[in-house]
């Protein structure tokens, strides 16, 4: 009885297995381009929306206590100012006028942390500059007449007392400001305070610089909505708008009787 043996199968010919080998190599190139311009679609895609529409930013001072707090991490609409108009009792980040803030003594940094963080903040995950602007609360808008304190220590804007007891961090029975002031907001800039008046360095403190403390709109960068960080403070920001709803517009204020 004979056993038939199956026949060893035939090598490939070379041919073949080098037509596999560059195709093999082609479809990682191919895999790989695809994930680079993902990559850069992302990255553009970041970079626009923190240009033109949202914008993270930090906070490093108490002034706007306790609706802020110390490095609390925030958003900025960036939309408003480009399309729409502020409103009082609109929290707003906005560049330094001039003079508010201290000179700068943030320490060098090595070359390789400056490009790591520049690069982060081009897709809004870190917010280098945030040292160099502030927040605040929007109290006048431009040609409102903003006065304090009347007898009962309250702002009063256009001739109507604002009640600020739901935001602004104050010892009991204390005026709205420490310090008085009579203004009347330019056209095109902005009369700010801080929410934790006694600890504000804001419109009021800044009345001898150019600017003689009002805000130019331009350096407004938007308007904070959001808290992101950290996540047991995650929330939307209250501007308070009712508190400002009874007061009238400039015009109506100057017409009189």
């Not at 304090?148 to 309250?154: E, I, K, V």
Request: charged fraction near 20%.
């Amino acid at each position: 009885m004979t056993t038939q043996q199956s026949a060893a199968p035939e090598p490939a010919p070379t041919s073949t297995l080098m037509a596999e080998t560059p195709s093999r190599s082609r479809g990682w190139l191919i895999f790989l381009r695809d994930v680079v311009v993902i990559v850069l679609i992302a990255v553009l895609v970041s970079f626009l929306v923190k240009t033109f529409v949202i914008r993270s930013f930090y906070i490093p001072s108490g002034s706007m206590e306790d609706t802020l707090m110390v490095d609390d991490r925030i958003f900025v609409d960036e939309l408003t100012p480009r399309f729409g108009a502020y409103e009082r009792g609109d929290i707003v980040v906005f560049r330094d006028p001039g003079g508010w803030l201290p000179p700068s003594n943030r320490p060098e940094r090595a070359p390789v942390v400056e490009a790591v963080d520049w690069v982060l903040s081009l897709v809004g995950l870190t917010a280098p500059d945030s040292d160099d602007h502030l927040v605040k609360r929007i109290i006048g808008l431009p040609g409102d007449h903003v006065v304090c304190c009347n007898d009962l220590g309250q702002i009063t804007v256009n001739g109507v007392a604002i009640d600020e007891t739901s935001y602004t961090k104050l010892p009991g029975g204390s005026p709205a400001s420490a310090d008085a002031f009579d203004v009347t907001v330019p056209e095109g800039s902005l009369w700010v305070l801080g929410d934790n008046r006694n600890r504000s360095k804001d419109s009021r403190y800044n009345t001898d610089q150019p600017g003689r403390g009002f805000v130019p709109v331009d350096n407004v960068v938007g308007r904070a909505f959001v808290v992101t960080w950290p996540f047991d403070r995650w929330g939307l920001l209250d501007f308070h708008h009712e508190v400002f709803a009874g007061v009238p517009d400039p015009e109506a204020e100057s017409a009189g009787p």
